[in-house]
Each structure stands twice: as structure tokens, then as C-alpha cells.
């Protein structure tokens, strides 16, 4: 099956930019989300964007896709700590809306 | 605008009890899923409905089943609950473009 991987932890300092980095294995994926859940909450919709898109801006959001590589990116400019919470990457993998899932990347924001 | 909603948000249960996690959606939405969220592995899928009156099997299906009750309703039943289904389990729905797919805010299940 196919495999979306993250790191699983990232510590950035109030202010910073965060980038978290996913990679993915199914080149046909047509889309590819970035999800936040914050501790006992369900999974926020950041992002998303279509396969034929290299680049995404919302607000502080940037997601980069580097198809060749398969590897997906959120940054997340001036970073604060509401933004502490668990990322997910996630790739579309069908046409019925199933979505493979990375296991998360917690990011903490220090002062 | 609820989106997708989940009941019960929390429950512990003995080893061997049965029990419904019922999810509903209000946007009209075609497909419906039910995925487990365990530490350090993600979400993956139970079981799904593309439409109102199929579901199929996902990833993790054993142990589980689903019932489409009508267009809205999404319901996923342990027969037989065991301490290896303590999870989150999360409801999610989407549309017919299938790009963005909404999330409930899960249900905590402890099984003891």
C-alpha cells in the first residue's frame, strides 16, 4: 500500500517560520491536504492542493510540492503558540475521497 | 452549519460489549467514512460509503461494521469490543468533487 511519512517532532521558536515536510509514494494522487489537530480536537482542514499546482499561498501558510520527489511541504510563517498542535499530510488516493495518512509531526511553540 | 457531527464523544466499555458510533453530516454530502486514529500511526480507514447504500471495507475493517443508514447517516458498530479497538474514531464526509473532505471532532472509545 502506499506510505505517507513525516517527522514526528518539531520545536520552533515563537516568531519563527516552521516548515514540516511529508513525503508521499503515489505519484496518481490527485490531491494533498494538510490537516492540524489540536490536543483532544478533531482534524482542522488547513490546506490542500492539486497535483499540478508546485506552490499554495494562504495567509501564513505556504505548501510546496515537489512531484518528482513525491515530497510535500507546509511552512507556516511568524509562528505562534496557537499553532502548537499535531500536522497531518495526507494524499487523496481515489476517486471515492480516501485519504492515506502520515502518522503526524507534533509541533511545539516555545516562547 | 454543523458539518459532521459525532456521538458519543466519549465511552468506556467492558471487553465484549457491543456498542454505535453514529455520525451525521448536513452538507449534503455523498461519501462517508469512518477512520481509528492511534499513537504514532495516523488515521486509517475502517470502512466507507461512496454513496447512499454501498460500503466497503478499508484498511482496518475487522471487528466493525457499518451500516448507510440514508444519505445523512453514517453509523460504525463494535459486536464484540476488545481492548485493541481502544482509539479515536473519526467520522468524515465529502462531496462529489471529493477535494475536501471535513472531519468530525471525534469519539474517544476505551475498552476495558
Known amino acids: 500500500g502506499e506510505d505517507v511519512e513525516q517527522s514526528l517532532f518539531l520545536s520552533v521558536r515563537e516568531g519563527d517560520s516552521s516548515v514540516i515536510n511529508c513525503t508521499y509514494t503515489?505519484?496518481?494522487?490527485?490531491?494533498l491536504y494538510w490537516y492540524k489537530q489540536e490536543p483532544g480536537a478533531g482534524l482542522q482542514l488547513l490546506t490542500y492542493i492539486f497535483s499540478n499546482m508546485d506552490m499554495k499561498q494562504d495567509q501564513r501558510l505556504t505548501v510546496l510540492l515537489n512531484k518528482k520527489d513525491k515530497h510535500l511541504s507546509l511552512r507556516i510563517a511568524d509562528t505562534q503558540t496557537g499553532d502548537s498542535a499535531i500536522y497531518f499530510c495526507a494524499e487523496l488516493t481515489d476517486s471515492w475521497g480516501k485519504l492515506q495518512f502520515g502518522a503526524g509531526t507534533q509541533v511545539v511553540v516555545t516562547p | 452549519n454543523a458539518g459532521v457531527t459525532q456521538t458519543p464523544k466519549f465511552q468506556v466499555l467492558k471487553t465484549g460489549q457491543s456498542m454505535t458510533l453514529q455520525c451525521a453530516q448536513d452538507m449534503n454530502h455523498n461519501s462517508m467514512y469512518w477512520y481509528r486514529q492511534d499513537p504514532g500511526m495516523g488515521l486509517r480507514l475502517i470502512y466507507y460509503?461512496?454513496?447512499?447504500?454501498?460500503?466497503d471495507k478499508g484498511e482496518v475493517p475487522n471487528g466493525y461494521n457499518v451500516s448507510r443508514l440514508n444519505k445523512r447517516e453514517f453509523s460504525l458498530r463494535l459486536e464484540s469490543a476488545a481492548p485493541s479497538q481502544t482509539s479515536v474514531y473519526f467520522c468524515?464526509?465529502?462531496?462529489?468533487?471529493?477535494?475536501?473532505?471535513?472531519f468530525g471532532e471525534g469519539s474517544w472509545l476505551t475498552v476495558v
Open positions: 468524515a464526509s465529502t462531496g462529489t468533487t471529493g477535494n475536501t473532505i471535513y
Open positions: 503515489d505519484s496518481s494522487s490527485t490531491y
Open positions: 460509503s461512496a454513496s447512499e447504500g454501498t460500503t
